[in-house]
C-alpha cells in the first residue's frame, strides 16, 4: 500500500511566532518537503492546484517536474488538477510532458477545487462544473489515446486533425485518479472509466466516506472493470504526532485554533472526533488508520496533509520522519493483512500498465502523425 503526503500549499502566519513566509520561501519549502519525504521512504508526494492568496500552487506541472530531477523514488502526483477550468488540451500535455519527463514516475488527480472564484477568473461558469469535469475529462482521453483527434463539444472551440505532443510514454496515458468529496456523478466517472477514486476526506465523518466509497466500488464491477474490491481507492487525511500524546495536544493546539480552514470553530478534540484528524502518539495514529479499511475495503493509496496551518518547516521535517519511521512500516503491516491476493495492494504503476498495454496489443503510438506544414492538420 503506498503512503504519502500531499500540500495545500497555503501561506498562513505561524500563530506561536508571528511569522508569515513570503511566496518564494513557501515554494522553496514545499520542495524541501518533497525532497525530505523522498529520502525517508514514502511512496507519494501530491500537490494541490490553486489561483489565489493565500495560497501558491499554481503550477503543479513546474513543482512536479522539478522534483522529477531531484528525486528518486517518489511517485509525484497532484491532490488536485482543475479539470473544469484548465483547457484540456493543456493537461494533456502538460502532464503527458510530466510523465516523459518523470519517466512515469507520476499521476494526476482530477479535481473541480474548493475555491468557486476560480469558475469566472478562467472563463467559466460554476453551474457548469459537473459538466464540465465530465466533457473536459473525456477529451483529455481522447488525446491521449488517439494520435489524431477530431473533437466537437459544448466548453471549448473544435478541433480538427489535432495532435496533442508529447505523445504519452510507451504510448501509455497516466494514471488518473478522480477526487471528489461530495459529488456522486464524479465517483460514477471514475468507474466508467475505470480509474482511481480518491476521497480526500479531512473535513468529513467516515460514514460520508464509506458511502462515497462505497458508491464507487459498485459502479466500477457495473462497468466491468473488476470485481468492487479491486477498485483503486485513496483516501486523504491528517495527523500531529509527538512521542507522548500530550506534548502533541498542546503543541498542535494554538496551530488549529488559529487555522484559516477550520480555526475559532469546533474544539479540537471536538473536529477530531468527527473527521480523520488524529492528534497524539504514533500508536493512536496508527490504530485511527488502521481501521480505515474496515469501512471502506482494502484500499491503495493513503496521503496525509502535514504542512499546514503556519506550521514551521522543521516541524513538518519532524512529521515526515514521525510518519516514515515510527507509524508507515505499521500501517503497511496492518493493511495487509486480510487482503485478498486478487485485491491490488497498489494503484498499477506505469510500467505494470505499459506491460499489459503491449500484452493486450492496446498500446498506443509514441509517434506524431505527419501533417500539413500550412495548416497543422494530420494528413
Do not use: C
Request: glycine letters at 8%.
Amino acid at each position: 500500500m503506498q503512503f504519502g503526503i500531499f500540500t495545500v500549499s497555503d501561506v498562513t502566519t505561524d500563530p506561536t511566532t508571528g511569522t508569515t513566509p513570503d511566496d518564494t520561501q513557501r515554494v522553496r519549502d514545499i520542495l524541501t518537503i518533497a525532497q525530505h519525504a523522498d529520502q525517508a521512504g514514502l511512496d507519494v508526494f501530491a500537490t494541490g492546484e490553486h489561483h489565489n492568496p493565500p495560497f501558491v500552487a499554481s503550477s503543479p506541472t513546474t513543482l512536479l517536474a522539478y522534483l522529477a530531477a531531484k528525486t528518486k523514488d517518489i511517485t509525484l502526483s497532484t491532490s488536485t488538477t482543475l479539470i473544469t477550468t484548465n483547457d484540456p488540451v493543456r493537461i494533456a500535455e502538460e502532464y503527458a510532458m510530466l510523465q516523459v519527463i518523470s519517466d512515469g514516475r507520476m499521476d494526476l488527480m482530477m479535481g473541480r477545487g474548493n475555491t468557486g472564484p476560480v469558475y469566472p477568473w478562467f472563463g467559466q461558469d460554476i453551474r457548469q462544473g459537473v459538466n464540465l469535469a465530465i466533457e473536459n475529462y473525456a477529451l483529455v482521453r481522447q488525446l491521449w489515446e488517439n494520435d489524431v483527434v477530431n473533437w466537437q463539444g459544448k466548453f471549448r472551440t473544435p478541433l480538427q486533425g489535432f495532435t496533442s505532443t508529447p505523445r504519452p510514454l510507451d504510448g501509455v496515458p497516466p494514471f488518473v485518479w478522480h477526487g471528489s468529496i461530495r459529488t456522486p456523478e464524479i465517483a460514477e466517472q471514475a468507474a466508467y472509466y475505470g480509474d482511481g477514486f480518491f476521497h480526500n476526506n479531512i473535513f468529513w465523518p467516515i460514514q460520508h466516506t464509506e458511502q462515497m466509497v462505497g458508491l464507487y466500488r459498485q459502479r466500477f464491477e457495473h462497468y466491468g472493470h473488476g470485481r468492487a474490491d479491486q477498485a483503486i481507492v485513496g483516501l486523504g487525511g491528517q495527523f500531529f504526532a509527538r512521542k507522548n500524546s500530550q506534548d502533541a495536544v498542546d503543541e498542535f493546539r494554538p496551530y488549529f485554533d488559529n487555522a484559516p480552514v477550520y480555526g475559532h470553530g469546533p474544539s479540537m478534540e471536538d473536529f477530531a472526533a468527527q473527521t480523520p484528524l488524529t492528534v497524539g502518539s504514533p500508536q493512536q495514529v496508527i490504530d485511527r488508520y488502521a481501521a480505515m479499511k474496515d469501512h471502506v475495503g482494502h484500499y491503495q493509496r493513503q496521503l496525509f496533509l502535514v504542512d499546514h496551518a503556519g506550521l514551521p518547516l522543521k516541524t513538518v521535517l519532524e512529521q515526515i520522519d514521525i510518519l516514515a519511521t515510527d507509524i508507515v512500516p505499521e500501517l503497511r503491516k496492518l493493511n495487509d493483512e486480510g487482503r485478498p491476493a486478487d485485491v491490488p495492494s497498489n494503484p498499477p504503476s506505469h510500467t505494470e500498465r505499459a506491460a499489459a498495454a503491449l500484452a493486450a496489443g492496446t498500446v498506443g503510438s509514441d509517434h506524431v502523425a505527419a501533417e500539413d506544414e500550412w495548416t497543422g492538420a494530420s494528413v
